[in-house]
């Protein structure tokens, strides 16, 4: 049999091969790669110590293994090298501005380069090129109550805490549940049209960015960008207007390649869809609001349906951005599409973030916050 010393020895010669592993791949075929290393491996005392490994047989049936072990390699490669092109994994960085609890607090992003961004207009909706991943601008992170959404009124649309009759709005905890069940956020380069009534609901858009939930187990954090794929969705109707719900799953996730469409959440998140149709439904009633209904009797959609709205949405968004249709108070301001109406240049987002109010009253949260409301449908 081979000796073991020189099974490390070629091992590491593998490795080695590995780390450089561009080169290797365009400069050898797979038989030609295989005789460099033994080439290399004779060059080293372990060959020199067994000389018997210099027999006919011996090298012919290494020679397959380490073949074997080398389409075993290029496979992983390319893998990973696809891997790494279909995934643009761009780093947002959060700014804080005014104090948290407060009326004045705002959650700006940077992109990688230090440039102030809009989370609603310059981040781009795809991450990928064939557009099966998408990016989710977090806004309220699982478990936590406070109503924090994309200003869209305001420039640059930071992050900031929704305020009702003039104070901070938390979500009601409804037994069994505490505060969001989900990563809760919205899509960038979306909008649901106010001005288009859906076909398969008969109701127009709600004029906000398209909601966007994460199931995965990690908690995100508020103002996080994160990479999505899409199961499915549910259509709220709120108030006469489609408020969609698109149900998604981070790609980094354990479970996220086992995940592709709507059925795979019943299989590996049971009870979740179910959980997140009563949420929504009760989740108002703690305030003096009635059920909320949905669409579709609250039956989910699949990943190719909510596909299909998102695109939709997204062209929705070009209009709003251009100017073609009317987005009423929405603010366009931009650093990221030049030629466009609210096209911004980097220094004058500085001046805009500059100008964001600081400091500010903090509310002392009222115990209210933490009650558990139990709500049951009729």
């Known amino acids: ?3 073991i010393r020189l099974v490390q020895c070629v091992i590491s010669r593998i490795t080695a091969m590995a780390t450089c592993s561009s ?18 491996v004779k060059l080293t005392s372990a060959y020199r110590n067994f000389p018997s490994i210099g027999t006919v047989n011996h090298t012919q049936t290494f020679q397959k293994r380490l073949i074997s072990q080398t389409a075993r390699f290029l496979q992983s490669f390319k893998h990973i090298q696809a891997q790494s092109n279909n995934n643009k994994m761009s780093n947002y960085t959060v700014v804080e501005k005014g104090t948290p609890n407060s009326t004045n607090y705002s959650i700006y ?6 440039n102030i961004v809009s989370p609603l207009h310059d981040i781009p909706l795809y991450a990928n090129d064939t557009k099966t991943v998408l990016n989710m601008v977090v806004e309220i992170p699982r478990w936590t109550n406070a109503k924090m959404e994309i ?15 003039g104070k901070l709005r938390f979500v009601a905890n409804c037994f069994p549940h505490k505060g969001y069940i989900w990563n809760y956020g919205a899509f960038p380069q979306t909008w649901e ?33 994160i990479q999505v794929k899409v199961l499915g969705t549910v259509a709220l109707i709120d108030e006469g207007e489609t408020d969609w719900k698109i149900i998604t799953i981070d790609v980094h996730d354990p479970l996220a390649e086992k995940m592709n469409d709507i059925g795979d959440v019943d299989k590996f998140f049971p009870g979740l869809l179910r959980a997140t149709v009563e949420w929504f439904k009760i989740y108002k009633i703690p305030d003096g609001k009635p059920e909320n209904k949905f669409a579709f009797n609250g039956d989910a959609k699949c ?8 695109e939709e949405t997204n062209k929705f968004w070009q209009g709003l951005i251009t100017k073609e249709l009317d987005g009423g108070e929405i603010s366009l301001t931009n650093t990221a599409n030049s030629g466009t109406p609210g096209f911004t240049k980097s220094d004058e987002a500085e001046q805009i973030l500059a100008a964001a109010p600081e400091g500010g009253e903090p509310e002392e949260l009222s115990d ?11």
């Open 193 to 225: 049209n106010p001005g288009h009534i859906e076909p398969s609901t008969g109701c127009k858009g709600d004029n906000d960015p398209i909601d966007v939930l994460e199931i995965g187990y990690r908690v995100a954090k508020r103002g996080e960008v």
């Open 1 to 3: 049999s081979i000796p």
């Open 109 to 114: 992003l940077k992109n990688a380069s230090g």
């Open 23 to 40: 080169l290797t791949i365009t400069k050898f075929s797979l038989l030609a790669r295989s005789t460099h290393v033994l080439n290399r």
């Open 151 to 165: 200003s869209t009124a305001t420039p640059l649309n930071p992050i900031k805490q929704d305020v009702k009759k």
């Open 368 to 378: 209210t916050v933490d009650r558990w409301h139990f709500v049951h449908l009729k």
């Open 303 to 310: 990943a190719a349906f909510a596909n299909n709205i998102i």
